[in-house]
Every structure is written in C-alpha cells, then in structure tokens.
Nanobody, 111 residues
Framework: QVQLVESGGGLVQAGGSLRLSCVAS????????LTWYRQAPGRQREAVAI???????NYGDSVKGRFTISRDNAKSTVYLQMNSLSPEDTAVYYC?????WGQGTQVTVSS
C-alpha cells in the first residue's frame, strides 16, 4: 500500500519561511519523479516544483527563486523549502508520485 504523508504546514507571517516534508512508503521511492502541488480556495491545482529521479528540478514561475525542492532517497522523503512567503502562497500543498497523492498540508501566510 502506497502512502505519501505531508507535514510542516502551518501559519506564518509574510516574509517568513516553512519547510514541508513528504514521507513516502510502499513504493520504490528513488525511481519516481516527485511533484509538489498546491491548491488555493477557488483556484485550480497547480504544480509548484518537480524533482526527477535523477535530481533535476523545475519550478513554477510564481515560486522561482523562493522555493527549493529536494529529496533524500535514503529517507524516502521529498522536501519543499519555502522562503519569502506571501499571502498568495496560501494553499493546501500536496506531494505526488505518479498516480499517488498525499492528503495535503495547509499553509497559511498572513499579511
């Protein structure tokens, strides 16, 4: 049974930082590309950051230069370091590996 469990969300003031984690189990973690998505109320889900199985990364335009995705295959964990947060970053953040999804973690940025 595949599970992806996100953590690290919370309430932070504008300009602050958070680090999200997503721990995977039940899959060959190192073989998967991983994606962080987010969905704000009333908006479509959008891909925020992607890391391939080889470690190459790509970012959405709205987060480039502020967010960093990384992975630790030994811990079956993918991270999203989020800096210089703004209220526009408020959303539920999800990690995904192919067709597998976590339950999401809420990030709220106050102005």
């Amino acid at each position: 049974q595949v599970q992806l469990v996100e953590s690290g969300g919370g309430l932070v003031q504008a300009g602050g930082s958070l680090r999200l984690s997503c721990v995977a189990s039940g899959l060959a973690f190192g073989s998967y590309g991983l994606t962080w998505y987010r969905q704000a109320p009333g908006r479509q889900r959008e891909a925020v950051a992607i890391i391939s199985s080889s470690g190459s990364t790509n970012y959405g335009d709205s987060v480039k230069g502020r967010f960093t995705i990384s992975r630790d295959n030994a811990k079956s964990t993918v991270y999203l370091q989020m800096n210089s947060l703004s209220p526009e970053d408020t959303a539920v953040y999800y990690c995904s590996a192919a067709q597998y999804w976590g339950q999401g973690t809420q990030v709220t940025v106050s102005s």
